[in-house]
Nanobody, 127 residues
């Protein structure tokens, strides 16, 4: 059974930092596509960052470029999202996602690229 568990969310002041973790069980994250998404109530889930299955090249949404960093620790079977210079508009539930297929034709920012999803972790940026 594949399970993704996010952690590291919480309340932080504007300008602060958080590091989200996504630990996998029943599935090896190495050489798999990884995605981080976020969602606020009433809005669609949006892509934040992704990592290719082929070369682990990171990709970022324009709204987080230069502030967020995605990384992968194969030994711990965990992916991370380091979030710096947080803004109130970053407030959302953050989800990690992955997929067993090396390629699907879908872009990293497409929800259809991913089969497995975590339960989400709340990030609140507020003074």
């Amino acid at each position: 059974q594949v399970q993704l568990v996010e952690s590291g969310g919480g309340l932080v002041q504007p300008g602060g930092s958080l590091r989200l973790s996504c630990a996998a069980s029943g599935f090896t994250l190495a050489r798999k596509a990884i995605g981080w998404f976020r969602q606020v109530p009433g809005k669609e889930r949006e892509a934040v960052s992704g990592m290719s299955s082929f070369d682990s090249r990171p990709a970022y949404a324009d709204s987080v470029k230069g502030r967020f960093t995605i990384s992968r620790d194969n030994a711990k079977n965990t992916v991370y999202l380091q979030m710096n210079s947080l803004k109130p508009e970053d407030t959302a539930v953050y989800y990690c996602a992955t997929d067993p297929r090396l390629s699907t034709g879908a872009a990293w920012y497409s929800r259809s690229r991913y089969t497995y999803w975590g339960q989400g972790t709340q990030v609140t940026v507020s003074a």
